[in-house]
């Protein structure tokens, strides 16, 4: 993980395990396990400690460490609200990052839409997920948890005479009350980058 990051995973969790650690367990959820909270974070299994978060074992790279430490910072006991899903688009300010969202989430999947629709089954096992229900729409569709209170829905449409291949990422009903939207952003950008690790 780079300096500047390390750094603010560092002061988000001096602040999660200052404030009342106790009541995490409920609120990620996560088990305690000693000084740590255990959940399945981008489909690995994830430690946040007052000494910092692991992801699968290894100190996670890039962002993906901030994003966890800011969803223990802003943990809450309201549950997750599924449905309706919505679109990036209908977050809370998220106008700046739409171009970026469209580009590193869902255009990013585009080539492998035909090659990912034989593998739902092992990417949502790998993100403790579900397939999503037939009549939410495309060729094909799934659910992936990234977070514990946070579900992305991917719908995809196979290219065909008159049309390209094309994705469509919404996000659960109430994930905005769980990170910021520009947090919510790259939420989506790393499970898809995880996506394409496992195909």
Same mark, same amino acid.
């Given at each position: 993980? !780079?300096?500047? $990051?390390?750094?603010?995973?560092?002061?988000?969790?001096?602040?999660?395990?200052?404030?009342?650690?106790?009541?995490?367990?409920?609120?990620?959820?996560?088990?305690?396990?000693?000084?740590?909270?255990?959940?399945?974070?981008?489909?690995?299994?994830?430690?946040?400690?007052?000494?910092?978060?692991? /992801?699968?074992?290894?100190?996670?790279?890039? @962002?993906?460490?901030?994003? &966890?430490?800011?969803?223990?910072?802003?943990?809450?006991?309201?549950?997750?609200?599924?449905?309706?899903?919505?679109?990036?688009?209908?977050?809370?300010?998220?106008?700046? $990052?739409?171009?970026?969202?469209?580009?590193?989430? !869902?255009?990013?999947? &585009?080539? $492998?839409?035909?090659? /990912?629709?034989?593998?739902?089954? !092992?990417?949502?096992?790998?993100?403790?997920?579900?397939?999503? &229900?037939?009549?939410?729409?495309?060729?094909?569709?799934?659910?992936?948890?990234?977070?514990?209170?946070?579900?992305?829905?991917?719908?995809?449409?196979?290219?065909?005479?008159?049309?390209?291949?094309?994705?469509?990422?919404?996000?659960? !009903?109430?994930?905005?009350?769980? /990170?910021?939207?520009?947090?919510?952003?790259? &939420?989506?950008?790393?499970?898809?980058?995880?996506? @394409?690790? /496992?195909?």
């Amino acid at each position: 993980m !780079q300096d500047n $990051y390390a750094k603010l995973v560092m002061e988000n969790l001096e602040k999660v395990f200052s404030g009342k650690p106790d009541e995490l367990a409920a609120n990620l959820p996560a088990e305690k396990h000693g000084d740590a909270f255990v959940f399945q974070a981008f489909g690995e299994e994830c430690r946040v400690s007052p000494s910092g978060i692991t /992801l699968g074992g290894r100190t996670p790279e890039s @962002i993906l460490g901030l994003l &966890v430490s800011l969803y223990a910072l802003q943990s809450q006991s309201q549950p997750c609200l599924f449905e309706p899903f919505r679109a990036f688009k209908e977050l809370p300010d998220s106008m700046p $990052y739409a171009g970026a969202f469209m580009t590193h989430t !869902q255009q990013v999947l &585009v080539p $492998y839409v035909e090659q /990912l629709e034989n593998r739902v089954d !092992q990417i949502t096992a790998a993100f403790n997920s579900e397939s999503a &229900v037939p009549s939410t729409g495309g060729d094909y569709s799934f659910r992936l948890q990234p977070l514990p209170k946070i579900w992305l829905e991917f719908i995809c449409y196979l290219p065909d005479d008159d049309f390209p291949a094309s994705v469509t990422c919404l996000y659960s !009903q109430n994930a905005d009350r769980f /990170l910021t939207t520009d947090a919510l952003a790259d &939420v989506g950008e790393y499970a898809v980058k995880k996506i @394409i690790t /496992l195909l």
